[in-house]
């Protein structure tokens, strides 16, 4: 089993949509959770951090189920410039190395 | 504040050939990551530095190395080129006495192995 796997999408929206993809992960030690954004040929900037059961920045809210170990990402009121691939990423190794997942691809569209 | 910093932006080599790529973390960052990312893929940890030396491993095979300098940055060295290391390949630096692994990135260096 992969360490972190994601809904590859892509998932095509139209602008004011709500989308929401998960992310599940095989290291049930892992205290802390990440989302990343990557833009087409860009590097990943961080995004939100979780460190509990969940976490609201405007209108990205992530959250957390560590019984299904499981994360996932809502975006609400979509805008064009939400279009990017969002990473989730958990550490692991005694929190030194970050893993990611393959990333879910999202589009939005006027 | 200058974020991460890497140099080169692009890289062309040949197979068997070896390159070295650099990297400047954030200011007051002391720890730095690398990592491969292949198209279509998410970044790959290849290794970890801090206080100048090598505190975790992905598994990446030998030809990959690195170093840290006293002033935190960083060099990948990657002998013996293979087709399959082209690749945009990724520095992140954080501080060690941080939250757990906010890890930021720098722009990357885009190798192409011919």
């Known amino acids: 089993r992969k360490e972190v796997e994601q809904d590859p999408g892509p998932f095509n929206v139209p602008e004011g949509a709500t989308v929401a993809f998960n992310c599940t992960y095989s290291?049930?030690?892992?205290?802390?959770f990440f989302w990343y954004r990557q833009d087409c040929r860009k590097e990943p900037k961080l995004l939100m951090s979780?460190?509990?059961s969940g976490n609201e920045d405007g209108r990205f809210t992530a959250q957390l189920n560590r019984a299904s170990q499981y994360i996932s990402l809502l975006i609400r009121d979509s805008k064009l410039s939400d279009s990017a691939t969002y990473l989730c990423v958990v550490p692991s190794g005694n929190d030194y190395k970050l893993s990611f997942g393959a990333g879910t691809t999202v589009t939005v569209r006027a | 504040d200058a974020g991460v910093t890497q140099s080169p932006t692009h890289l062309i080599k040949t197979r068997g050939q070896q390159v070295t790529l650099r990297c400047s973390p954030k200011?007051?960052?002391?720890?730095v990551s690398w990592y491969q990312q292949a198209l279509g893929q998410g970044p790959q940890f290849i290794f970890q530095y801090y206080e100048e030396e090598e505190r975790q491993r992905g598994n990446f095979p030998d030809r990959f190395s690195g170093h840290q300098f006293p002033n935190y940055s960083s060099e990948l060295n990657v002998n013996a080129l293979l087709l399959g290391d082209s690749a945009l390949y990724l520095c992140?630096?954080?501080?060690?006495?941080?939250?757990?692994?906010?890890?930021?990135f720098g722009p990357g260096t885009r190798l192409t192995v011919l």
């Open positions: 992140a630096s954080s501080f060690l006495s941080g939250r757990a692994n906010e890890q930021f």
């Open positions: 200011s007051g960052h002391d720890t």
């Open positions: 979780v460190y509990s």
């Open positions: 290291n049930s030690a892992s205290q802390s």
